[in-house]
């Protein structure tokens, strides 16, 4: 008996605290904020300094996708014949098939160009059966929405840049020993 | 026991008067925790046989294991047991290690523990949630949801994903966990202690809780071995068995934790064995992320295709819900010839025969219940 009351008494107080800050989020028209890390839809990126995807159809990531939901084919890049970009190949057909997805992001960890990122787009729902087979030119969109949204900055330069700062601090470190 | 085949007619007594009954329980029945069908046979209210029918949610994981390279499996141990993710993504990643003889760094084994750990509160939680709904308590699970809740942030803050988290390697771990990981935890761990204390408080001593489970369906711990039972189920029989003491993986030889072991082995003494758990299980996170050293996460093998060599290995691990085995066999080749698991909640289930012998139906639920299976992991 008394055990119940105690349980009961903890109801109430939480009763009362919950009556000075609810806690309830509402949903739809207040938006949980994601984590940094979080993993939603996978998207393309884009190189804005010379305005390509940073993708060149390699299809690592085809190869390593545990639900086979991607498709994509390589060309030629004639920008890189005009000596405007260091890629001689740029992806010429991208295809994801978001509902086989199952958002595991493989494909953004065998990467080898930065090209593809797991973007904070999840509510993507639609009313059409193919609805979310979701082709090159909006897999760049939501890439470009995720850049901005993060000031992405591509995981290779950012490897480098701490790589660089470590060499430096230890440079600095044997230099004060010196 | 009656015989072990589906009872398809009313069985009649001496006299040729039918008194059994036929009782179909499942799959939507929302106390079977997912798509679970007990025919259950009943002479009033009294069970007399059942026939547990499984399979509903069969995938064919094992199958379909053959046919995933080593890296891509990870995901689909993530899909067995999918209220502890962590835990079974760890039993696989410690199978194709023991194969290829690979060195896991030292961070990346506190990390994983920590998470396992944490795993298993959240899994526990879960539990005396549903344990609560299951015995006619509805508040108990807006209590321990809260803390499964803070949790899963955490989870998502280091994995990027609530569930299925993919996150452990063969060899380490996917990344670092973020920068501020120690302020993370150092923020949940009082929190949650509240909340497994709150969810403790609410549930376990009511009088009401008591009497719906104390003495239902008890199970010595011999016959509880002989039935292949593990985690909880043996433990509240009072038999300290559990893999990380007995035969400790990972890293969980450094850690000072106690095995709580029940009395009677009724359906009460394994809700306490899992509430006792998760402050045991408090214990060895906070003891790790005293520890937590610094260094890399990844071993040499980096992202290079994993082909181990031909052989094979089997390795178990204490899940929340008890023993996991992992066997894996190799033929040489980026994907394993066959692999095979051994689920804790299917060979607890398998008991449920001999828990259900001589109860009450309205007990039924309540011993199903107490089994904590996650029908995920029962069909694969």
């Known amino acids: 008996m008394l055990e119940s009351l105690k349980g009961m008494m903890l109801t109430l107080a939480s009763t009362v605290t919950g009556l000075r800050r609810p806690v309830t989020q509402q949903y739809p028209t207040q938006a949980t904020p994601v984590k940094p890390r979080f993993m939603g839809f996978p998207a393309l990126t884009w190189d804005g300094g010379v305005s390509e995807p940073y993708c060149t159809g390699c299809m690592v990531c085809i190869r390593n996708c545990p639900t086979q939901c991607m498709s994509a084919s390589m060309m030629d890049n004639p920008k890189h014949a005009d000596g405007d970009s260091s890629r001689r190949k740029i992806v010429d057909y991208f295809e994801i098939n978001l509902n086989r997805c199952i958002l595991c992001g493989i494909c953004v960890e065998y990467c080898n160009f930065d090209a593809i990122v797991m973007s904070h787009e999840h509510e993507m729902s639609t009313y059409a059966r193919n609805g979310d087979r979701v082709n090159l030119p909006a897999l760049l969109d939501i890439g470009k929405k995720y850049q901005v949204k993060t000031d992405w900055v591509p995981p290779t330069v950012l490897a480098k840049q701490k790589a660089d700062a470590a060499k430096a601090a230890a440079d600095d470190t044997a230099d004060a020993s010196e | ?380």
């Open chain 2, 1 to 380: 026991m009656a015989e072990p085949a589906v009872p398809t007619a009313i069985p009649e007594r001496a006299d040729s008067q039918p008194v059994e009954m036929l009782l179909n329980m499942g799959p939507q029945h929302p106390s079977t925790h997912g798509v679970f069908r007990m025919v259950l046979w009943v002479d009033g209210e009294k069970i007399v046989d059942v026939e547990p029918h499984i399979g509903y949610l069969h995938r064919g994981s094992e199958k379909l294991c053959e046919g995933e390279q080593y890296h891509q499996i990870v995901t689909l141990f993530d899909r067995m047991d999918y209220i502890g993710n962590f835990n079974n993504e760890l039993a696989y990643c410690m199978a194709v290690e023991k194969l290829m003889g690979l060195q896991v760094p030292e961070r990346a084994e506190y990390i994983r523990v920590i998470l396992c750990e944490l795993n298993r509160i959240a899994s526990h939680l879960l539990y005396v949630g549903t344990m609560g709904l299951d015995a006619g308590a509805m508040t108990p699970v807006m209590f321990s949801f809260r803390g499964r809740e803070r949790v899963q942030a955490l989870f998502e803050a280091v994995s990027g994903a609530r569930l299925m988290h993919n996150y452990f390697r063969i060899g380490g771990l996917k990344e670092d966990v973020p920068d501020n990981f120690r302020q993370l935890v150092d923020e949940l761990m009082p929190l949650l202690k509240e909340d497994v204390e709150q969810s403790d408080r609410i549930l376990t001593f009511n009088e009401i809780f008591l009497s719906r489970l104390k003495d239902v369906s008890p199970i010595t711990a011999d016959e509880a071995i002989g039935l292949g039972l593990t985690g909880p189920m043996l433990r509240a029989c009072g038999y300290e068995y559990d893999v990380r003491r007995a035969q400790p993986y990972s890293v969980y030889d450094r850690f000072d934790f106690e095995i709580p072991v029940g009395l009677d082995g009724d359906c009460w003494d394994r809700h306490w064995v899992r509430v006792q758990e998760m402050y045991q299980s408090l214990r060895i996170v906070e003891q790790a992320m005293e520890q937590l050293p610094e260094g890399p996460v990844a071993s040499s093998l980096g992202r290079r295709l994993v082909r181990p060599p031909e052989g094979e290995s089997y390795v178990r691990a204490e899940n929340p819900r008890g023993e996991i085995g992992v066997y894996v066999v190799s033929d040489g080749t980026d994907r394993p010839y066959r692999l095979k698991v051994r689920p804790p909640s299917f060979c607890n289930l398998s008991a449920l025969r001999r828990l259900l012998e001589d109860t009450w139906l309205a007990d039924s639920v309540v011993v199903l219940g107490s089994l904590d299976i996650v029908l995920g992991e029962v069909d694969r």
